[in-house]
């Protein structure tokens, strides 16, 4: 099973795509590889102004988002243009342990054309020079003009190098996925998700075509594969078929959206939709795109 899904088992959420990314953290010494001063601090979603109260009289956040140094916004624009451009060569050499399962999916998958970097922002990771990388990106999807704002969370460490390398399971590593949705809670970044997520609905609906792809996205496979989902008993692992949302509930709200290959852990079914369990995440998936 490919990890939390690394690169294009991109994991799109109600405002954009979240690339859960990780694996094998190491640890190193480079100072350099984290975030810049609280000098800086202006320029975070979520940083606290001076409102005379003192110390003791607020929660003092030990660990605050943080604009990313010049080194961890490198190595994510590299990993976005090189993503983007399909160019594993280049992949292989910022992500840790990228499959031929991993590059199979990559060259196969048609629905993003590309990708723009924007804000970078990270918070301490687990170990010493470790991040939770929060990259604030546009996505292009396939014969749609307007981009899509998007934000995704990568855990980034430094190898024994000093080079900064992508851990690609960390998504499926229990401690690293329960830390960083422990730090989803955290005010600073509960305030970055809202901002991405009014721009999200912001393109959404000032471009119809792009609003209708997204609602749609994967429930137009072919019906032939209907029944083999249905079929399958609770517990049995399934194949999503082609890039698919994930839902609340039977033909609800979209949580997430999962691409073709993924593995998933059928839980139960209502109707024409199945219950799967995804790294966790319960949600509901069309029978007509599992396997």
């Known amino acids: 099973m490919l990890g939390g899904g690394i690169l294009i088992v991109v994991l799109v959420l109600v405002f954009g795509v979240r690339a ?65 451009e399909k160019d594993i060569d280049t992949l292989t050499t910022l992500v840790d342990n990228l499959t031929s399962t991993d590059e199979s999916k990559i060259l196969n998958a048609t629905y993003i054309e590309g990708y723009e970097v924007g804000e970078v922002y990270t918070k301490n990771g687990l170990d010493p020079d470790t991040y939770v990388v929060y990259a604030c990106y546009d996505y292009i999807c396939s014969g749609i003009e307007t981009p899509v704002p998007a934000l ?101 709200d979209i949580l997430f959206t999962l691409s073709a290959g993924t593995q998933v852990e059928k839980t139960g079914e209502e109707g024409e939709w199945i219950q799967i369990n995804y790294n966790g995440q319960t949600g509901y998936i069309h029978n007509s795109l599992l396997e």
Do not use: H
């Not at 320029?43 to 961890?72: F, I, M, R, Y």
């Not at 996925?177 to 809670?185: F, G, H, K």
């Open 152 to 252: 995704s969370w990568l855990y980034v460490y430094t190898d024994s190098d000093g080079s900064l390398m992508i851990d690609a399971d960390a998504d499926s590593d229990a401690e690293i996925s329960q830390y960083a949705q422990d730090l989803e809670d955290d005010e600073d970044v509960q305030q970055l998700y809202s901002e991405i997520k009014e721009q999200n609905e912001q393109a959404q609906e000032s471009d119809p075509q792009l609003a209708e792809f997204l609602q749609g996205l994967g429930e137009d496979a072919d019906s032939s594969t209907a029944d083999s989902g249905a079929e399958a008993a609770d517990g049995t692992t399934l194949t999503v078929t082609a890039g698919c949302n994930v839902r609340a509930t039977a033909g609800g």
């Open 20 to 84: 859960c990314v990780g694996r094998d953290r190491g640890s190193s010494e480079s100072e350099v590889n984290g975030t810049v001063t609280d000098d800086d601090q202006g320029t975070v979603p979520s940083s606290p102004a001076e409102d005379g109260e003192t110390n003791e009289e607020k929660n003092e956040d030990t660990n605050p988002l943080e604009q990313a140094s010049a080194e961890v916004t490198a190595l994510i624009e590299s990993y976005y243009k090189a993503l983007g």
